[in-house]
């Protein structure tokens, strides 16, 4: 069974910094995708950065691109999102998926239809403020 665990938001001024953790077992990383969603109460969910060890390739939307990095040990299992230059607009709640047949980053972070993917981790809040 695929289990994917978030952990690492908090509360951060603007301008500040955090780094987010998915922890994945039950999967071997260089078999799916793994990538960063986000969601407001009230508004879509918006795919922030995928990565694909397999491919081997990242993505970033446009918001986060020169701000958010995205790496993967494979050793622990664990993707990071690092974010930096975090504004307000950043605010939400923060998820990894995983997936074994959308091997691109691009193709997971694209998904017309991401309820579907193979697994989701709980959320984790990010708050920053002004």
């Known amino acids: 069974e695929v289990q994917l665990q978030a952990s690492g938001g908090g509360l951060v001024q603007a301008g500040g910094s955090l780094r987010l953790s998915c922890s994945a077992s039950?999967?071997?990383?260089?078999?799916?995708?793994i990538g960063w969603f986000r969601q407001v109460p009230g508004k879509e969910r918006e795919a922030i950065s995928c990565i694909s060890t397999a491919d081997p390739s990242t993505y970033f939307t446009d918001s986060v691109k020169g701000r958010f990095t995205i790496s993967s040990d494979n050793a622990r299992n664990t993707v990071y999102l690092q974010m930096n230059s975090l504004r307000p607009a950043d605010t939400a709640v923060y998820f990894c998926a995983a997936d074994s047949h959308l091997l691109r980053a691009g193709a997971l972070c694209t998904y017309p239809d991401p309820d579907h993917l193979d697994a989701w981790g709980q959320g984790t809040q990010v708050t920053v403020s002004s």
């Open positions: 039950g999967i071997t990383f260089d078999d799916y995708a």
